[in-house]
C-alpha cells in the first residue's frame, strides 16, 4: 500500500479521543514532536477538520495550522490523556482575513475534495485551474493576472498520487469559485483504513452533551 507510511505515523502517535455531539475528536502526539487534531462527523465517517501544531520552539509554543475545515476553531478543546502538557492543545486557532480579500476554504466529501475561495468576483471564464504534477498542487490563475494560488493537496501526496486534470471540475457562483477533485480509489481506501485503524483508541463521552441530548427528548 501507498499510503502504509502515513497509516505507521498514525500508529506512532499517542492518540486521545472523545466525542462532542455529532462529532469525534481526535487528538495526536507524534514521536517527532508535532500535533493534529481532527474532527469526524459520527453520521459519515469523514474527516471535517484537520490542524496540526510543529514542533515546539524556544519562545512559547507554535501556532496550529488548518489544513481541513470550513472555518477556524476549537477543534481539539477538551482532549487530553492525563498528561500535564495537554493543557497546550485548547487554543484557538486564529486565522484574521481582510473582508474584501479572497479567502480559501477546504472540505471532503465521501467522494470529492472540496476548495472554495470566496471574494472571487470574475465570470468563471477568466480562471484556468490546472493540476500540475510537477508541483505536486492544483494550480489556480486568472487570465487578468488579479489571482494566483498554488493548492497543495496532501491526502494525495499521503498516497503518493499526483494531481490528474481529469479529476478537476470548477464552477463559479456568489462570487466564489468552487473546485471540485473526484477522489482517486486509492484514497477512499485510506481513508478507510485510517478509520478502522482510530476504531480501537479509547474514546471518552462529552457528558454535558449527552445530557443535553438527553433532556431534549
Known amino acids: 500500500m501507498s499510503y502504509e507510511n502515513w497509516l505507521n505515523y498514525l500508529r506512532s502517535a499517542e492518540k486521545h479521543s472523545m466525542i462532542?455531539?455529532?462529532c469525534r475528536k481526535m487528538h495526536y502526539k507524534f514521536?517527532?514532536?508535532?500535533?493534529?487534531?481532527?474532527?469526524?462527523?459520527?453520521?459519515?465517517?469523514?474527516?471535517?477538520?484537520?490542524?496540526?501544531?510543529?514542533?515546539?520552539?524556544?519562545?512559547?509554543?507554535?501556532?496550529?495550522?488548518?489544513?481541513?475545515?470550513?472555518?477556524?476553531r476549537q477543534i481539539n478543546q477538551g482532549l487530553g490523556g492525563g498528561d500535564a502538557d495537554n493543557s497546550s492543545i485548547s487554543n484557538d486557532f486564529t486565522l484574521l482575513?481582510?473582508?474584501s480579500s479572497p479567502?480559501?476554504?477546504?472540505?471532503?466529501?465521501?467522494?470529492?475534495i472540496e476548495w472554495r475561495i470566496r471574494n472571487l468576483p470574475y465570470p468563471i471564464q477568466?480562471?484556468?485551474?490546472?493540476?500540475?504534477?510537477?508541483?505536486?498542487?492544483?494550480?489556480?490563475?486568472?487570465?487578468?493576472?488579479?489571482?494566483?494560488?498554488?493548492?497543495?493537496?496532501?491526502?494525495?501526496?499521503?498516497?503518493?498520487?499526483?494531481?490528474?486534470?481529469?479529476?478537476?471540475s470548477t464552477h463559479h457562483q456568489y462570487n466564489t469559485l468552487i473546485i471540485t477533485y473526484s477522489k482517486p480509489t486509492l484514497l477512499n481506501e485510506m481513508e478507510a483504513q485510517v478509520l478502522l485503524l482510530l476504531k480501537n483508541v479509547e474514546t471518552e463521552t462529552d457528558m454535558e452533551a449527552l445530557l443535553q441530548g438527553l433532556l431534549a427528548k
Do not use: F
Not at 40 to 46: L, P
Not at 103 to 112: A, F, H, L, P, Q
Not at 134 to 154: E, F, G, H, L, Q
Open 97 to 99: 482575513e481582510s473582508s
Open 103 to 112: 479567502v480559501i476554504t477546504k472540505r471532503i466529501t465521501k467522494k470529492n
Open 20 to 22: 462532542s455531539g455529532h
Open 126 to 168: 477568466v480562471y484556468q485551474v490546472t493540476a500540475e504534477p510537477d508541483k505536486r498542487a492544483i494550480v489556480v490563475r486568472t487570465t487578468n493576472k488579479k489571482y494566483y494560488k498554488v493548492i497543495s493537496v496532501p491526502e494525495l501526496d499521503r498516497c503518493n498520487l499526483l494531481p490528474s486534470q481529469a479529476n478537476i
Open 31 to 72: 514521536p517527532d514532536g508535532q500535533q493534529m487534531a481532527e474532527e469526524y462527523s459520527m453520521e459519515t465517517g469523514i474527516v471535517q477538520r484537520r490542524a496540526w501544531r510543529k514542533c515546539k520552539q524556544l519562545m512559547g509554543e507554535p501556532e496550529w495550522e488548518v489544513e481541513l475545515g470550513e472555518t477556524p
